[in-house]
């Protein structure tokens, strides 16, 4: 045993300060998920719903000026104040640039005979995708109805009655967050390790290597483990600006959040491990490596959660490899489960894990 894993504790040394030495990867492995963890976790990071609108305002009294003053602080709007008539605001409407027009007319905030403000706005949408625009006119008729109350002292006999319920306050970066882990152990799992034999395979390494009494399952589990510590040093720097950056909120502990990113690590690994042995060149590799990577990037809840799919689709893609990973990771970290609680999940990245490595270790090619 002694003599069979020396040397992949070895090699698996000499591959990892290699790979230090190595600036354009050190790029794609800690800065390039960095750019994608920044891009999501501004889109991300804000929970609040708002909506962007513009108001044009055709009348002088001063309820109707206070009523844009108000909607202005609202944080449910976003009012363009460079729009300042219907055709410009329709334009930008046009463009996606807001969401809703709201014009008020010249009688909207006069008084009555009773000394009353009345009248009536108009909320514009697009008749192509009117749920924005209905939102915010039944957000703004609340508003009204808040205010006639105040005004005329009438008491509805009936009335809606809101109630807060305690949830777990999860914004969509923390439940993005996991996803994004995942994608990072993707890409550096079956595109870095699938280029990397075939880049040495060039170059002549492992012929040179193959002259050795190394075999073959050392060299996979050496390239393995050189590969786990970067993957791991990755995945703890995008933690790190997760939680100092985009204030993530952890919820499970530590230890079960590693010994379980290991474990997927080491899945996802396989399968490059397998593709860049298997090819004799990067021309292989390329292409095979979209084929496997891509289905699991867009069906596996990296950037969408698996909920918004059918459920035959929801049923099919639970089976994918990274699946059970995302899931996992997501379920330590934004709902406090330990790694004892995942059974189901280490059930299928076992599996997987036996099957492609048994793979890995058959298709492997030294040139």
């Known amino acids: 045993m002694k003599r069979y894993f020396a040397p992949i504790f070895v090699l698996g040394a000499a591959f990892t300060k290699r790979f230090t030495r190595d600036p354009v990867a050190l790029f794609f492995t800690f800065l390039f998920?960095?750019?994608?963890?920044?891009?999501?976790?501004?889109?991300?990071?804000?929970?609040?719903?708002?909506?962007?609108?513009?108001?044009i305002n055709h009348s002088q009294t001063e309820f109707a000026k206070e009523f844009v003053a108000d909607t202005e602080k609202d944080k449910t709007f976003k009012l363009k104040s460079d729009v300042n008539n219907l055709e410009a605001a329709k334009e930008k409407m046009g463009r996606g640039e807001i969401d809703t027009v709201i014009e008020l007319p010249k009688e909207f905030g006069t008084k009555n005979e009773k000394g009353v403000p009345h009248g009536e706005m108009i909320v514009y949408f697009d008749q192509a995708s009117p749920q924005s625009g209905q939102t915010v006119a039944g957000v703004m008729q609340g508003i009204l109805d808040g205010i006639n109350k105040d005004l005329t002292k009438n008491i509805d006999p009936l009335a809606v009655k809101q109630q807060p319920l305690k949830t777990s306050s999860l914004t969509r970066f923390d439940y993005t967050f996991s996803g994004l882990l995942g994608f990072s152990i993707l890409s550096l799992?079956?595109?870095?390790?699938a280029n990397s034999f075939p880049a040495d395979k060039k170059t002549?390494?492992?012929?040179r290597l193959r002259a050795t009494p190394?075999?073959?399952?050392?060299?996979?589990?050496?390239?393995?483990?050189?590969?786990?510590?970067?993957?791991?040093?990755?995945l703890v720097v995008m933690f790190i600006v997760g939680l100092t950056v985009f204030d993530f909120d952890m919820r499970g502990d530590y230890l079960s959040l590693v010994l379980f990113?290991?474990?997927?690590?080491?899945?996802?690994?396989?399968?490059?491990?397998?593709?860049?042995?298997?090819?004799?060149?990067?021309?292989?590799?390329?292409?095979?490596?979209?084929?496997?990577?891509?289905?699991?990037?867009?069906?596996?809840?990296?950037?969408?959660?698996?909920?918004?799919?059918?459920d035959w689709l929801q049923g099919i893609t639970g089976y994918l490899p990274l699946t059970p990973i995302i899931d996992g990771m997501r379920y330590i970290m934004t709902e406090g489960r330990t790694i004892f609680e995942l059974g189901p999940e280490l059930l299928t990245m076992g599996i997987w894990a036996v099957v492609i490595y048994v793979i890995a270790f058959r298709v492997f090619r030294w040139e």
């Open 33 to 55: 998920p960095l750019l994608f963890l920044f891009v999501f976790g501004s889109l991300f990071r804000n929970s609040d719903i708002n909506f962007d609108i513009a108001i």
């Open 189 to 193: 799992g079956i595109f870095g390790l």
């Open 204 to 207: 002549g390494i492992l012929r």
């Open 214 to 234: 190394l075999k073959a399952s050392q060299l996979v589990l050496s390239t393995l483990i050189n590969y786990a510590i970067v993957g791991l040093s990755s």
């Open 261 to 310: 990113s290991l474990g997927g690590i080491i899945v996802m690994f396989g399968f490059g491990l397998a593709i860049g042995g298997w090819a004799k060149n990067e021309n292989q590799s390329a292409p095979l490596s979209n084929l496997v990577a891509f289905p699991l990037m867009f069906l596996s809840g990296i950037f969408f959660p698996r909920f918004l799919m059918p």
